[in-house]
């Protein structure tokens, strides 16, 4: 495949539009609209479609976009850290849902860094579903989430520990101190965690199993 013309056609659907991207590139509309039109000959199917002003993004064309913006995040990713290496320096990038950062990486990025002062972490926070993308993507070099199942099959999952839950209420609540089965937790009123959450979907998961199971 012509990466040049890729890239090209990446930094279309990234701006909107031939217009845009030209500029953005330094190079004429006539060029850009060349090389997609060679693009979508070499692969043998349209990549976009005139909407408005702008374009649209072909189903095939969305999914050729996706996997470009993976392979130039990957070539990006690839000149820092040969800059980084021949400068004696490195950062790693994480992604981490919500528990893991706060709960469970502190003390082992302290006690990694004592041992190698020179690495430098980046670490940003988002649910499950953004910290799988953003390892896709090769935006970030690992990723932290609590998974209660496997994720895309692109990606490689591994188990680093249990995590136990405990069911907090008010200390007036009538289940307070009570040892208590799954069935009459399901019944009571929960405050849930956002839509994305593998901690909610964990949840939800634990409750419908115990109403199948009923049932």
């Known amino acids: 495949m012509n990466l ?10 990234k701006f909107g539009g031939i217009t845009a991207a030209a500029n953005k590139m330094l190079l004429s ?3 850009v609209t060349i090389q997609i039109r060679k693009l979508e000959s070499e692969i043998g199917a349209k990549l976009i479609e005139g909407k408005g002003r702008g374009i649209q993004l072909t189903p095939e064309g969305k999914f050729l976009y996706e996997q470009g913006m ?14 980084k290496f021949l400068a004696k320096e490195e ?3 994480i992604a981490s849902s919500y528990i893991p950062i706060n709960y469970i990486l502190p003390s082992i990025i302290a006690a990694y860094k004592l ?17 799988e993308e953003q390892v896709m993507s090769y935006e970030v070099d690992l990723g932290f989430v609590v998974q209660n199942k496997i994720g895309p ?3 490689q999952f591994e188990k680093i520990l249990d995590i136990p839950f405990w069911f907090v209420v008010h200390p007036s609540h009538s289940l307070a101190n009570q040892t208590v089965s799954i069935y009459e937790l399901s019944k009571e ?13 964990l949840l939800e998961a634990v409750f419908l199993h115990v109403k199948r199971s009923i049932t």
Request: glycine share 4%.
């Open 4 to 13: 040049h013309a890729l890239r090209i056609f990446t930094n279309v659907a």
């Open 29 to 31: 509309q006539p060029a």
């Open 70 to 83: 993976r392979l130039f995040y990957l070539e990006a990713q690839i000149d820092e850290k040969l800059g």
């Open 91 to 93: 950062k790693i990038h």
């Open 115 to 131: 041992a190698n002062p020179h690495i430098e972490f980046l670490v940003s926070l988002g649910n499950v579903k953004s910290v």
């Open 153 to 155: 099959p692109d990606l």
């Open 189 to 201: 009123e929960f405050i849930y965690r956002e839509r994305g959450s593998s901690t909610l979907d």
